[in-house]
């Protein structure tokens, strides 16, 4: 799968990583001791909220990056959840809506393909598509009661996508450290006074785009993880020589829409591909679009979650991946960070690379 979506080869799952540097043996006394009192620390940090035992697993990750998602996804996605027993981490924006598009993009024609052969034009309207392009943004405004009560009632993981993901994308391609710290600082401000009593402890970039800039700036902001971008496990990103301590939680696993720009628009393919990922994968993470998977597909979606519970797959939070990782492994390894392009996306995404 990495080597059709990164262009890289993958690691294979049976063979040890290689470090690309040696260490003495007091280097690595050294490590072993620091790599124990992190364990102690991520055992403190993630606690086990519904153990999978010796089923298959899978992190499930839903993201509300729109009101129409909220409005159009949210209730018959928590029904969906509820009728099948299983457990996600819910991402929701706040602020304006916005896919962080410039007036270049109506001139590139990737982009029109993009929007078309991915179905997005279908799955999130126009008005939702265009919104700060064409269109005046639009207030994503409130989660309503209802949901904001369910949500707490059933103790789902929840996280931040970030106040304004459209600001997001131009503070990071503008390398505007002042507004990527006063987004993240109005993400966790909105989260804590729609979630009252609950802490801002996960946050999600949008659209897996990220920067030294916003991974470093988050050091200071005590999420207890991050899921900002694609890759194959668990770990901590290392900036430049620095090994930061907040673990991200990558999607591991095609999604809808890029599946639908490469290869048509057949969901039942798409639910086959990803059975056939998770049956290959240790740590697979699912992020699901509730326009796609619930607007558009909701049939194959539920068909897709009967067939693979009957196989012995569990759905879980990422909250619980990271316990699941941290009991049962060895450290995290320490991965450096990349911009790579994946098939079905026409912007380059935050990519897990090598380990150091």
């Known amino acids: 799968m990495f080597r059709g979506f990164f262009g890289f080869k993958s690691i294979n799952e049976q063979s040890k990583r290689d470090r690309i540097y040696s260490v003495d043996l007091l280097e690595k006394q050294s490590n072993k001791r620091k790599y124990e009192q992190e364990k102690v620390e991520l055992k403190n940090r993630f606690e086990l909220w519904k153990d999978p035992g010796e089923k298959k697993f899978v992190g499930l990750k839903v993201v509300f990056d729109s009101r129409k998602s909220i409005d159009e996804g949210a209730r018959e996605l928590l029904k969906i959840l509820e009728d099948f027993d299983i457990n996600c981490s819910l991402f929701f924006a706040s602020g304006v809506d916005g896919k962080g598009e410039s007036f270049l993009s109506l001139l590139n024609p990737f982009f029109y393909g993009e929007i078309t052969k991915s179905k997005s034009l279908k799955a999130e309207g126009f008005k939702t598509l265009f919104s700060g392009l064409l269109l005046p943004t639009k207030n994503i405004g409130t989660i309503p009661d209802d949901l904001k009560n369910k949500i707490l009632e059933k103790n789902y993981d929840i996280g931040s996508y970030c106040f304004s993901p459209s600001k997001w994308v131009k503070a990071v391609n503008s390398r505007n450290e002042d507004l990527i710290s006063l987004l993240y600082h109005q993400s966790i401000d909105n989260f804590e006074e729609t979630f009252k009593g609950k802490k801002c402890s996960s946050f999600s970039a949008p659209y897996f785009?990220?920067?030294n800039a916003?991974?470093?700036?988050?050091?200071?902001?005590?999420?207890?993880?991050?899921?900002d971008c694609r890759g194959i496990d668990p770990f901590f990103p290392v900036i430049d020589t620095r090994v930061l301590k907040t673990p991200q939680v990558p999607v591991t696993l095609p999604m809808m829409s890029e599946?639908?720009?490469?290869?048509?628009?057949?969901?039942?393919?798409?639910f086959d591909l990803l059975l056939e990922e998770i049956s290959k994968q240790r740590y697979p993470v699912y992020e699901i679009n509730p326009l796609f998977e619930i607007k558009l597909h909701k049939r194959e979606f539920r068909k897709f979650l009967e067939n693979a519970l009957k196989n012995g797959i569990t759905f879980i939070s990422l909250r619980d991946v990271m316990a699941i990782r941290v009991k049962n492994e060895k450290p995290l390894p320490r991965?450096?960070?990349s911009y790579g392009l994946m098939e079905g996306r026409r912007r380059p995404v935050t990519i897990q690379m090598l380990e150091v």
């Open 259 to 270: 599946f639908f720009y490469i290869n048509g628009e057949k969901p039942e393919h798409y």
């Open 335 to 337: 991965c450096t960070l």
């Open 209 to 211: 785009i990220c920067s």
């Open 214 to 227: 916003t991974m470093l700036l988050k050091e200071n902001l005590y999420f207890d993880y991050s899921s």
